[in-house]
C-alpha cells in the first residue's frame, strides 16, 4: 500500500514539473483580441538565431557576447511554447492560441520581429522551416496588471 501511494505521489510531482516547464495553461476568461497575424518558426540553431562559435569554441550571439544556447529573453530555457514577440505590442507573458500550433506565451523577443509577428518556437529546424511564415487568425490574453 505505500509503495503505491509513493509511486502515485511521484509520477503526479513528475507531471505537474512536466506541466510547468513545458506547457501553457489556457486562462479562464474570453480572449482579449482575436487578430490576423504573421507567425513564423524558429529554433536555437545557428540557422535561426544567429550565434556562432568563438575562437575558443564557445557559443556567442552576434554582438560577441557569450551565449547559453536556447535561452529566452527573460530568463527561462525556449521550449515548445515559447513565442518571440515585440515586447512593444505584446508584453512578456501574453498568452496565444495559435491553430496548428496550440497555447504559447510570449518568453522570448526577436530581434527581426517587426511590430505585428509572432516567432513560435519549435525543438527541431525543420519543424520551422517546415512552419516557415503562415499568417493566422490568433487569439490573445495580456496579462493582467
Avoid at 71 to 100: E, R, W
Avoid at 101 to 123: C, K, M, P, S
Avoid at 125 to 134: I, K, P, T, V
Wanted: net charge positive; charged share 20%; aromatic share 12%.
Amino acid at each position: 500500500m505505500k509503495r503505491r501511494n509513493i509511486l502515485w505521489t511521484a509520477g503526479i510531482l513528475a507531471a505537474l514539473t512536466l506541466v510547468q516547464c513545458h506547457w501553457v495553461f489556457p486562462p479562464l476568461r474570453r480572449a482579449d483580441a482575436i487578430i490576423t497575424i504573421k507567425t513564423t518558426g524558429y529554433c536555437a540553431s545557428m540557422q535561426s538565431t544567429g550565434w556562432k562559435f568563438n575562437w575558443l569554441g564557445l557559443p556567442v550571439s552576434r554582438n560577441g557576447k557569450l551565449k547559453i544556447v536556447g535561452q529566452t529573453a527573460s530568463g527561462s530555457m525556449a521550449h515548445p511554447g515559447t513565442i518571440a514577440v515585440d515586447p512593444k505590442v505584446f508584453p512578456s507573458g501574453t498568452k496565444f492560441y495559435i491553430p496548428g500550433y496550440g497555447w504559447g506565451i510570449a518568453e522570448d523577443v526577436g530581434g527581426g520581429i517587426n511590430r505585428r509577428e509572432l516567432d513560435l518556437y519549435f525543438r527541431q529546424h525543420r519543424n520551422a522551416e517546415n512552419w516557415g511564415e503562415q499568417t493566422k487568425k490568433v487569439k490573445v490574453w495580456y496579462p493582467r496588471t
